[in-house]
């Protein structure tokens, strides 16, 4: 699913440019659970970004699904991630004046896909995270763990093959953080490549495999 | 595209206040361009009306009092046109149709059919009279030369004088009957309309010579009008000024004095008019213009806002797969829409106005019939959406370049 060679990444401070990844090889096979730990600086949320075709690297080589990715325009790397990819973020990014129901389908309406379909696909993902009674509720009436649910509804909304999640329990209390955690688990054996990016051990823990991240560079991968 | 619809009213409606204040700036514009146009309009209308029963190229000239002393005369002589001016002016180069007028003392006569009796203007002229103001002869005919030269008592009576003296009777009866003009009778020859109102319609023309034989006037003249063809304003005020020459010689007046004569150059104030409408019509597209653009202004830092407030969102959305021609195409539609649905109901109040106006307000000098262009509204109409889409330009573009990884960065 992921193939990554030699992967380098700087950012421009003042004017000089600071690399964040240094070389980073890595693969993730399809269906894997990987989790990206390192402190912060480490580079983990950048790999993320870069994964996420959120952003783009300076050098070495990227594959995803086999494809490389190189040149992308902007309006054809959103397709890309429209199509491949679901995010989970810390802080949900829930559009606060959408109902549950139709803060999951956001993504669908990037597909030209007639509203009826919209509504049905979101109501069954909806349930998939077993919040089908609060389609219709705001997110301000939900809980963070449902927020949380809603959120990964949106992301396997698309039916995407790679779900990233950055600190995905990072805003959620510990009891909640594994329920969520034991969801996207569930997410993953139902065929997700999943890749996690977290700082909590129990977390990590609960993924087929960690990988710790340092100053830009991979220190460990099991 | 019920979908496109959907968020965009959404995104209005989101805010109210604040949309509502924003269209309301727009629409204010547009409100202000309509009916200032249309009140500028009813106000050329009012003017063109006050001169339409009168040639716009004729030049008038009444008699004065001479201010400089010449040839030893005095100064304060009273000047006085008589019949012999006529004939010296005729024959000047660019004078067209010529006319005098003689005005029976107060200028109006009691006018009697059998029991029905009433006080009309009487103007005595010459038969050109009939092209210096737009009269139209209805039946029977205008005066004509015979009619002077053997000073023949005929009269041509306005419609409300016919409608008056011979009540109830067609057109062809009055002609040939007689009625007691002060006290003389006069044949009626013809019956004439006037554009200019019920006033130019309550008079009278008779011979200028029958009227000073019956009114002892000599051969006295009180007025000299002519028009001027199709001459400028400068070739207009050049032949008044060898006209009044022409005269000043004749009675012996300085050829340069100022208030023997007046004359009133109605080509002259007509251009100086449409000048004048001209430049109203410029100020008003300048002040209206600078309205609706204050309001497509208001519109595009409205949306600059709102771009600013909803960077999350923006920086989400590309997430989850919105190219940045969506994201642009989006808030470009949303200030369009603003400013178009803004401007329509500024356009429709401004056209409702002034039809308000028209309904409720009776003509007068200053405003007549005033027309709500609807034509150059929609044209504007056409020039705001453009404005919107200009005014969503700028936020669409710093929406576009929204990095979803910043924006989505969590703090």
Aim: proline residues 4%.
């Amino acid at each position: 699913m992921i193939e990554v060679r030699q992967l380098t990444k700087s950012y421009a401070v003042g004017d000089r440019q600071v690399p964040v990844l240094k070389g980073i090889d890595l693969d993730v096979d399809d269906g894997e659970l990987v989790a990206f730990m390192g402190s912060s600086g480490s580079g983990k949320s950048t790999l993320l970004n870069v994964l996420g075709l959120l952003d783009r690297h300076d050098g070495g080589t990227y594959r995803l699904g086999g494809e490389l990715v190189e040149g992308l325009t902007e309006a054809r790397s959103a397709e890309l991630r429209n199509r491949w990819i679901g995010f989970v973020f810390q802080s949900f990014h829930l559009l606060p004046f959408k109902t549950a129901a139709e803060n999951v389908a956001l993504p669908l309406t990037y597909r030209r896909m007639p509203r009826k379909e919209r509504v049905q696909r979101a109501l069954a993902g909806l349930e998939r995270v077993g919040l089908a009674d609060w389609a219709d509720h705001l997110p301000n009436q939900l809980s963070g763990g449902q927020k949380q649910r809603v959120a990964i509804a949106r992301a396997l909304v698309t039916e995407p093959r790679l779900v990233l999640a950055d600190e995905p329990t990072g805003a959620l209390d510990s009891t909640t953080s594994l329920e969520i955690m034991d969801l996207l688990r569930e997410v993953n054996e139902a065929g997700n490549t999943m890749v996690v990016v977290t700082h909590e051990p129990e977390i990590a823990e609960r993924c087929d495999r960690t990988i710790r991240l340092r100053d830009g560079l991979i220190e460990r991968d099991p | 595209m019920s979908d496109l619809l959907r968020e965009l009213v959404e995104d209005v409606v989101r805010h109210p206040l604040r949309s509502t204040l924003t269209a309301l700036s727009v629409a204010w514009g547009t409100f202000m361009l309509v009916v200032l146009l249309g009140l500028g309009t009813g106000l050329q209308n009012s003017v063109r009306w006050q001169f339409r029963d009168d040639a716009t190229n004729s030049i008038w000239i009444y008699d004065g009092e001479t201010s400089l002393p010449y040839q030893g005369h005095r100064v304060g002589r009273e000047v006085q046109f008589v019949e012999a001016d006529i004939g010296r002016v005729e024959s000047l180069p660019g004078v067209e149709h010529l006319t005098g007028r003689f005005y029976p003392p107060g200028r109006r006569a009691l006018l009697k059919v059998g029991d029905r009796a009433s006080a009309y203007g009487v103007r005595s002229v010459h038969p050109d009279h009939v092209y210096l103001e737009n009269t139209l002869v209805v039946a029977g005919r205008f005066l004509n030369p015979l009619d002077l030269s053997d000073k023949r008592k005929v009269v041509v009576l306005g419609r409300e004088v016919a409608d008056f003296l011979f009540r109830g009777q067609r057109d062809e009866q009055v002609l040939g009957q007689w009625v007691d003009l002060a006290g003389t009778p006069f044949r009626v020859v013809g019956l004439f309309e006037d554009e200019g109102g019920d006033g130019e319609v309550s008079i009278v023309y008779i011979p200028i010579t029958t009227a000073r034989t019956v009114f002892r006037g000599g051969d006295r003249v009180h007025q000299i009008m002519f028009t001027v063809g199709d001459a400028s304003v400068e070739e207009a005020n050049q032949i008044a000024s060898v006209v009044t020459r022409q005269v000043a010689q004749s009675h012996q007046i300085h050829p340069d004095d100022p208030t023997a004569f007046r004359v009133r150059n109605y080509l002259e104030q007509f251009q100086q008019l449409q000048g004048v409408f001209l430049m109203l019509e410029l100020f008003t597209w300048v002040v209206g213009i600078g309205t609706v653009l204050a309001g497509v202004v208001g519109v595009g830092n409205i949306m600059l806002v709102s771009v600013q407030e909803r960077t999350a969102e923006i920086g989400l959305r590309k997430a989850l797969g919105a190219t940045p021609g969506r994201i642009v195409a989006g808030v470009v539609r949303e200030a369009v829409l603003l400013t178009a649905v803004a401007g329509y109901t500024g356009v429709v109040a401004g056209v409702a106005a002034v039809e308000a106006i028209r309904t409720w307000v009776p003509d007068n000098d200053y405003l007549r019939n005033p027309e709500p262009e609807v034509g150059v509204a929609l044209v504007a109409m056409g020039l705001l959406v453009l404005a919107g889409a200009v005014a969503g330009f700028v936020p669409a573009w710093r929406a576009a370049t929204v990095d979803p990884i910043t924006a989505l960065r969590d703090a």
